[in-house]
């Protein structure tokens, strides 16, 4: 089965330091999501994207995170000057189509942890 | 703010007995699905219900939505340790932004 691929699995940066977390979607599929999760707590929506813009946020998804996909293959995810609760695990999800019970393809995550 | 509640958090049974997880909200959904999440992975999804009232069937798992499309159960009939993992609910309102439960740790001793 296609998966989603996410780099790298672990992230470890010191707080105000960037950071980019990388995923690659299915080939074909047209949208594309950030989810989190900080430990034991819910998994959260962050922001979704489609067409090369981001369809909805949410209140989480503020200045310091932005999205891209920079190319036919990769989708982004930079938080530009980390805080500590910006550590969690970060899910990218892909979907072939936007509608009612459609199935999202999660990665595996990348572990952020800001020290 | 649309919330699912899961309950209950943890549930511990033997191998072979049934077990009942539920997803509760007092919003309505558009569709409510199941995934499973293994240590180190991302969700998986079992299955997505749309209808209300709706039930699915897979193997020994069955899936209900409620009438009113606010609420949910997972039923595992004569559950086996591979069953044991964490099953999480998560409903959409609009589109594909998911709302998650706060998940239930099933184990199946054997």
């Known amino acids: 089965e296609p998966e989603v691929t996410q780099t790298p699995s672990h992230q470890v940066t010191q707080m105000g330091q960037e950071v980019i977390l990388r995923c690659v979607p299915i080939s074909n599929h047209l949208y594309f999501y950030w989810y989190r999760q900080i430990l034991g707590q819910k998994v959260e929506f962050l922001v979704s994207f489609y067409n090369n813009e981001i369809s909805e946020k949410s209140e989480i998804f503020d200045d310091q995170f932005s999205v891209e996909r920079p190319d036919g293959s990769n989708f982004t995810l930079k938080i530009r000057s980390t805080k500590l609760e910006d550590s969690a695990m970060y899910f990218c999800?892909?979907?072939?189509?936007?509608?009612?019970?459609?199935?999202?393809?999660f990665g595996s995550g990348t572990q952020l942890s800001v020290l | 703010t649309q919330l699912l509640e899961q309950s209950p958090q943890f549930l511990s049974i033997q191998e072979g007995e049934n077990l009942t997880v539920y997803c509760n909200s007092s919003s309505v959904f558009s569709s409510l699905q199941w995934y499973r999440q293994e240590p180190g992975e991302g969700p998986v999804l079992l299955v997505t219900v749309v209808t209300g009232g709706e039930v699915k069937k897979l193997k020994r798992l069955t899936f209900q939505f409620g009438d009113a499309r606010k609420d949910s159960s997972l039923h595992i009939t004569a559950a086996q340790p591979g069953d044991t993992g964490l099953y999480l609910c998560?409903?959409?309102?609009?589109?594909?932004?998911?709302?998650f439960g706060g998940g239930t740790r099933v184990l199946v001793k054997p």
């Open positions: 999800a892909s979907s072939f189509v936007s509608g009612i019970g459609e199935k999202l393809f």
């Open positions: 998560a409903g959409a309102a609009a589109g594909n932004k998911l709302t």
